[in-house]
């Protein structure tokens, strides 16, 4: 069994900074990558930031620059930094745990850009 927990999303003003995390917990072997995705109100998922075993990273053209994705490999987590919030980064933010033989989602944590 394994447990995704994301966690650090929040209400912040435009041109704020939050700080996302997500664990892994359990039975925990060969991950492949973990990524954060998005959906905003009446849109579809949309991947924002993936790392990998090797340390390669994937942006949306929209987050370049003002997000970052890292990780932890000892404590099987990780991060995204975002920076700059504007109001359309609005959405429930999950992480994603690529495994060899599969995948685990977490449960999606709620970001609001707004005055």
């Given at each position: 069994?394994?447990?995704v927990?994301?966690?650090?999303?929040g209400?912040?003003q435009?041109?704020?900074?939050?700080?996302?995390?997500?664990?892994?917990?359990?039975?925990?072997?060969?991950i492949?990558?973990m990524?954060?995705?998005?959906?905003g109100?009446?849109?579809?998922?949309?991947?924002?930031?993936?790392?990998?075993?090797?340390?390669?990273t994937n942006?949306?053209?929209?987050?370049?620059?003002?997000?970052t994705?890292?990780?932890?490999?000892?404590?099987?987590?990780?991060?995204?930094?975002?920076?700059?919030?504007?109001?359309e980064?609005?959405?429930v933010?999950?992480?994603k745990?690529?495994?060899?033989?599969?995948?685990?989602?977490?449960?999606?944590?709620?970001?609001?850009?707004?005055?």
């Amino acid at each position: 069994q394994v447990h995704v927990v994301e966690s650090g999303g929040g209400l912040v003003q435009p041109g704020g900074s939050l700080r996302l995390s997500c664990a892994a917990s359990g039975s925990i072997f060969g991950i492949h990558a973990m990524g954060w995705y998005r959906q905003g109100p009446g849109k579809q998922r949309e991947l924002v930031a993936r790392i990998t075993n090797s340390g390669s990273t994937n942006y949306a053209d929209s987050v370049k620059g003002r997000f970052t994705i890292s990780r932890d490999n000892v404590k099987n987590t990780v991060y995204l930094q975002m920076s700059s919030l504007k109001p359309e980064d609005t959405a429930v933010y999950s992480c994603k745990i690529d495994f060899l033989l599969g995948n685990a989602w977490g449960q999606g944590t709620q970001v609001t850009v707004s005055s």
